[in-house]
Each structure stands twice: as structure tokens, then as C-alpha cells.
């Protein structure tokens, strides 16, 4: 029987034991960041200096804009490995590639509403290729609902070329239209 209470007794110091160590473990951990690199990489202020400096063709500026993104990992206490990323090649082509990207779509909406082809903004802008498609079916819709607008304008009749210059006025019109209340109606949310 003592030999039974003497081995449960040395099991229970060495289970105690391991949770004191594992207290210990885990107090002396680094505290997890609040941030990622992901996080400070698509950061609006980031995105959009990378953007302007794109439009610029200012390398520079590029640099300036990820030296400030560096210095937010920094003070968030990302680790080393997190900061030498923010550091790399690699950081710089990704805002890069994402800003061209973002500049596609802005350009791509203008020419939307404007009815202009967009064929000069795909070679511009071939980072955005995973895009084009569906740019391609926005467009094909777009034109299929102006040319349904231009039918009804005919009455039956032959559509003309006026008809579908007056088709394009109307959708144009709407979109505008529908963007103005859109924007309104956010513009009531904040």
C-alpha cells in the first residue's frame, strides 16, 4: 500500500510539475500581433499612395509607400520574417500588381459608362487578365439592354442607327441615374 501512495505521490508532483512549466511556456510567449503583412500590404492609405505612384511611374514613391508599411510592422511587432518580407521584391510586385489591377477596374468603369471599347486597357493593364471576362459580359449586357432600349424606340419598325444613338443617351442617362442614388444612399449610411 505505500509503495501505491508513494507512486501516486511522485505522478501527482510530476503532473503538477509539467502545468507549472507550461504556465511558464506560455507567459513568456510573444504576444500575437494585431496586424498581418497581408493587412498593411491592402491598407487603403498604402494601396492608394502605391496607385498615385503608379499612375506617376514614381519607383520611388513605391519605395516611400512600403518603407511606411514596414515602419507600421514595426510598432505592431511583426516578426522578423514578416518584416523581411515587407522589405522584399516580392512586396513591392504584389501592391504593384494590385494597383495596376485597381487602376483597370477605375478605367474600366469609366469607359462603362462612357459606351468606349476597352480593348487599349487590357494591354495596358494585362495584370488584370482574370478580369477581362467578365468586363467582356458587363459590356455584352450593357449592349444587349441598349439594343432592347433601341427596339422599343423602333416601334416595330427597322431599328436605325438614330434609334441606337438615342438608346445609348437613355441607358446612359439611367446609369447615371441609378449611381447618383447609389452614391446618395451611402453617403446617408456613415
Request: charged share 30%; proline share 2%; aromatic share 8%.
Amino acid at each position: 500500500m505505500n509503495k501505491a501512495v508513494i507512486a501516486l505521490a511522485v505522478i501527482a508532483i510530476g503532473v503538477v510539475g509539467y502545468f507549472i512549466w507550461l504556465s511558464d511556456e506560455s507567459a513568456s510567449e510573444k504576444p500575437v500581433p494585431v496586424i498581418t503583412v497581408m493587412d498593411i500590404l491592402t491598407a487603403s492609405d498604402l494601396a492608394g499612395g502605391v496607385k498615385q505612384a503608379v499612375v506617376n511611374d514614381d519607383s520611388d514613391l513605391v519605395n516611400d509607400w512600403l518603407d511606411k508599411g514596414y515602419e507600421v510592422g514595426e510598432q505592431a511587432g511583426l516578426s522578423k520574417k514578416d518584416l523581411a518580407y515587407l522589405e522584399s521584391d516580392q512586396a513591392r510586385e504584389y501592391v504593384i500588381f494590385n494597383a495596376k489591377r485597381d487602376l483597370f477596374n477605375e478605367a474600366f468603369e469609366k469607359r462603362y459608362q462612357q459606351l468606349e471599347p476597352i480593348d487599349d486597357l487590357k494591354a495596358e493593364y494585362p495584370e488584370a487578365k482574370s478580369m477581362f471576362a467578365k468586363a467582356d459580359a458587363i459590356i455584352k449586357k450593357r449592349d444587349d439592354i441598349i439594343e432592347k432600349i433601341a427596339l422599343t424606340l423602333a416601334e416595330g419598325q427597322e431599328v436605325t442607327a438614330q434609334h441606337r444613338e438615342a438608346a445609348k443617351k437613355l441607358w446612359q442617362e439611367r446609369y447615371k441615374s441609378r449611381q447618383g442614388k447609389q452614391n446618395s444612399l451611402s453617403d446617408n449610411v456613415e
